[in-house]
């Protein structure tokens, strides 16, 4: 493969390896973007739409897409706070979740919140976020004005080290929760998904300092100018909410069709058909998977009868 294989393709970089990789690779199958990788080749070109596949480590794609050298990008929402690129992020993905936590040991209760840590020494691998975090806590502004302002400022000069900051910020790659237990950190900052790996080094997060799910970024000169950018935003968006919602048939007399409508209201109105019989209709709706068996429950109590429920594999519907 060379430069001439990718011509005339959209560039869509993934992380190759890591949390995100599998989910991504899910919902490249269900918008039907269809390639073949190669063994030990990062880059695929896709059998069906003008696109190639950029595989990339998570932390780079954020770059790589403020820069131009690809074009649209899935990556952690953490991940572009950190890296400062100039990009738009076009749909969060639902995946991913986890949060930015300030963490302290649990036996040490001196700290209550991030406050308290300003002057004291903290090791983390979001060296960018948590120096511009600091520096806004030393400069007056509440935990919550400090969260809200990484959203909006830039982290090119985040590594230059204000004369004034007393907060020692240490960065290391890995490992980051034994940082406190080999005496290297007065606290950490660190990612928490399910909050094992933090319990097991017997830390407690005090603070959030951001909250982070995976997105679909774009270059901001491209999303306007490439016409299958939005056409990929559609599918991926289509299989997010497909992956939400199954679809609940049922009949129901027409006397209770106001309460089954306000059970099953679907995502803009339920579709109401006739039947047969002049006094029952049936019933289509979208009904979320978390909520179905409740739904269900709660139509057969006002007397509708065939409930059936149906897997949605892909949609176009309005979020």
Same mark, same amino acid.
């Given at each position: ?143 919550? @004005? #400090?969260?809200?302002? /990484?959203?909006?400022?830039?982290? %090119?000069?985040?590594? &230059? ?5 007393? +907060? *020692? ?14 005496g290297l950190a @007065? #606290?950490?900052?660190? /990612?928490?998904?399910?909050?094992? %790996?933090?319990?097991? &080094? ?5 603070? +959030? *300092? ?21 056409? /990929? ?8 909410? &497909? ?31 006739p039947l047969e ?43």
């Amino acid at each position: 493969m060379d430069f001439a294989d990718l011509q005339d393709r959209l560039l869509l970089a993934i992380p190759k390896k890591g949390r995100l990789h599998e989910k991504c690779l899910q919902l490249l199958q269900g918008a039907d973007i269809q390639f073949h990788r190669r063994n030990r080749l990062d880059i695929a070109l896709s059998t069906n739409l003008p696109l190639a596949l950029v595989f990339l480590p998570a932390a780079d794609i954020a770059k790589f897409v403020g820069e131009g050298n690809v074009d649209i990008g899935i990556t952690g929402q953490d991940v572009v706070v950190e890296s400062g690129a100039n990009v738009e992020e076009i749909l969060q993905l639902g995946f991913g979740k986890c949060d930015l936590c300030v963490q302290t040991p649990i036996k040490n209760g001196e700290y209550k919140g991030a406050r308290d840590l300003v002057g004291k020494r903290i090791v983390t691998s979001f060296e960018s976020i948590v120096a511009r975090y600091f520096d806004a806590l030393e400069a007056g502004m509440s935990e919550k @004005d #400090a969260s809200a302002s /990484l959203l909006r400022a830039s982290s %090119t000069n985040a590594g &230059a080290v204000p004369p004034s900051r007393r +907060t *020692v910020i240490n960065y290391v790659s890995g490992s980051v929760e034994a940082a406190c237990a080999l005496g290297l950190a @007065d #606290a950490i900052v660190d /990612l928490v998904e399910s909050g094992e %790996t933090m319990r097991a &080094a017997k830390l407690h997060a005090i603070t +959030t *300092v951001l909250t982070s799910q995976a997105v679909l970024i774009c270059n901001p000169r491209k999303h306007n100018t490439v016409p299958l950018i939005e056409t /990929l935003k559609r599918r991926i968006e289509g299989v997010i909410v &497909a992956q939400r919602y199954v679809l609940c048939n049922y009949n129901i007399s027409r006397d209770r069709l106001k309460q089954a409508i306000a059970i099953t209201p679907g995502k803009k109105a339920a579709t109401v058909s006739p039947l047969e019989d002049n006094d029952w209709v049936a019933v289509s709706a979208m009904v979320g998977k978390k909520e179905v068996a409740e739904i269900m429950d709660k139509l057969e109590a006002i007397g509708a009868t065939d409930i059936l429920v149906f897997d949605i594999h892909n949609s176009r519907v309005r979020t």
